[in-house]
């Protein structure tokens, strides 16, 4: 099993503010998955990242690969209400990291 | 497309019952099934990946005996908790796989509570 680690766990921020959230470990990965989960549901995927360095954009979202390929981010701009919910990565698809609660008050 | 069903979406049981959760992939044949369980605000612990007839292969310190997985089908899993307690209360979550797409869709969960 390959511990990663998330970071803040928790994050409670006003709508419109940016946020990074960061997925650490010490094992190199093939890819690296980022999810969102809401209350009571499955996760759903948000983006694959496999190339040390690579950047993804989703809309207000930024993905980030490290170089090294063990450790990545999210960023999102201007956040909402709607952005709510527990973010989660996944090393090789199946090992997912500790999880980061966000709650975006409007 | 891919969109993958589970069955029940919460179910409680007595200490000592079993219980059985279906998941199934609704519009794709899934040759890979996976099965997670997740605790309140935790992460998703992978527990055992189930190919279309064969047997399951489980994540270490994950009990055989007592989650038994059936993936009989193309579109089917099953994951039997035996003899449940109340430490067995979790949110169980699957997973499937098919055979062009390396991607895994995930079902929306069952609540399992154990009295």
């Known amino acids: 099993t390959q511990l990663l680690e998330q970071s803040p766990q928790f994050l409670s921020i006003q709508e419109g503010e940016n946020l990074t959230v960061y997925c650490n470990s010490s094992s190199v990965f093939s890819s690296l998955q980022w999810y969102r989960q809401e209350p009571g549901e499955g996760p759903v995927l948000l983006v694959t990242?496999?190339?040390?360095?690579e950047v993804k954009k989703l809309k207000r979202l930024t993905f980030q690969f490290g170089d090294a390929r063990k450790d990545s981010s999210l960023h999102i701009t201007a956040a909402q209400p709607g952005d709510t919910g527990l973010y989660l990565c996944?090393?090789?698809?199946?090992?997912f990291g500790t999880g980061t609660s966000l709650t975006v008050i409007p | 497309g891919a969109v993958v069903s589970q069955h029940p979406s919460r179910v409680i049981c007595k200490s000592g019952t079993s219980v059985k959760i279906e998941c199934r992939s609704l519009d794709f044949q899934a040759t890979t099934m996976f099965w997670y369980r997740q605790f309140p605000k935790k992460s998703l612990m992978l527990m055992a990946t189930s190919n279309e007839g064969s047997k399951a292969t489980y994540e270490q310190g994950v009990e055989k005996d007592k989650f038994l997985i059936n993936h009989a089908s193309l579109t089917l899993s099953t994951l039997t908790v035996t003899s449940a307690h109340p430490e067995d209360s979790s949110f169980y979550i699957c997973?499937?796989?098919?055979?062009?797409?390396?991607?895994?869709?995930f079902g929306p969960g069952t609540r399992l509570t154990v009295l």
């Open positions: 996944a090393a090789n698809q199946f090992y």
């Open positions: 997973s499937a796989r098919g055979v062009l797409t390396d991607t895994q869709y």
């Open positions: 990242v496999v190339t040390g360095g």
